[in-house]
């Protein structure tokens, strides 16, 4: 069975940082891309960062470049979110997803992050 379980999120002051985690199961992400989005109360799902596993190719939104940080270990398994200097406007639920083509079919079932300002 596929499962993808996120983990790392909680409350936090802004300024602050969290490391969210993404460990696969029944999938090696290896031959994925994975990537990690979020989704606000009353908002889009939108693509926060995503990494090619076999590249090493990462790319941002331009709302978290700098401040945030995708990374892959193959050993783990596991997929990771450094997310530094938080403000108020990254209060989500943030989703971990991987994909084999074009579209994200495979998603976990979220964790929350809340900044407080």
């Known amino acids: ?6 983990s790392g999120g909680g409350l936090v002051q802004a300024g602050g940082s969290l490391r969210l985690s993404c460990a696969a199961s029944g ?13 606000a109360p009353g908002k889009e799902r939108e693509l926060v960062a995503e990494i090619t596993w076999s590249s090493g190719t990462t790319s941002y939104a331009d ?16 997929m990771y979110l450094q997310m530094n200097s938080l403000n108020p406007e990254d209060t989500a639920v943030y989703y971990c997803a ?15 992050v809340t900044v407080s300002s």
Do not use: M
Not at 27 to 39: D, H, I, N, P
């Open 1 to 6: 069975q596929v499962q993808l379980v996120e």
């Open 27 to 39: 999938l090696t992400f290896a031959t994925y891309s994975t990537g990690w989005f979020r989704q």
């Open 63 to 78: 709302s978290v470049k700098g401040r945030f940080t995708i990374a892959s270990d193959n050993a783990k398994n596991t």
């Open 98 to 112: 991987a994909r084999r083509f074009s579209r994200y079919n495979l998603w976990g079932q979220g964790t929350q």
